[in-house]
Nanobody, 120 residues
């Protein structure tokens, strides 16, 4: 399993970013996928998950209405569209192979992460 995130950057409050996760080494279309985030001093925090069916999505209450998870099975790529960013969204974002129930498990395969920093 190989997961590579990209798209993280410095953004202003209220701004937008789109994260991508390129997946390889497994049959992407057959697995639920998730985004988690990590800040210094905190453990992994679940953000969002998408099932094998793209419309099957779940969001943490902190991001619901602002973030949109999606997947392109033809491109083996997972996305996270982040709108109306808040300073508290600052974190290292990882994509994870697996759904909500395993997303924060240390055994769940995840990428190295992409840094999102929100400040003015």
């Amino acid at each position: 399993v190989h997961l590579v995130e990209s798209g993280g950057a410095l953004a202003q409050p209220g701004g937008s970013l789109r994260l991508s996760c390129s997946a390889s080494g497994f049959t992407f279309s057959r697995d639920a996928m998730s985004w988690v985030r990590q800040t210094p001093g905190k453990g992994l925090e679940w953000v969002s998950s998408v099932g094998t069916v793209p419309r099957d999505t779940l969001y943490d209450e902190l991001v619901k209405g602002r973030f949109t998870i999606s997947r392109d099975n033809a491109k083996n790529t997972l996305y996270l569209q982040m709108n109306n960013l808040l300073p508290e969204d600052t974190a290292l974002y990882h994509c994870v192979k697996g759904g909500r129930s395993v997303a924060t498990s240390p055994r769940a395969p995840r990428g190295q992460g992409t840094q999102v920093t929100v400040n003015s």
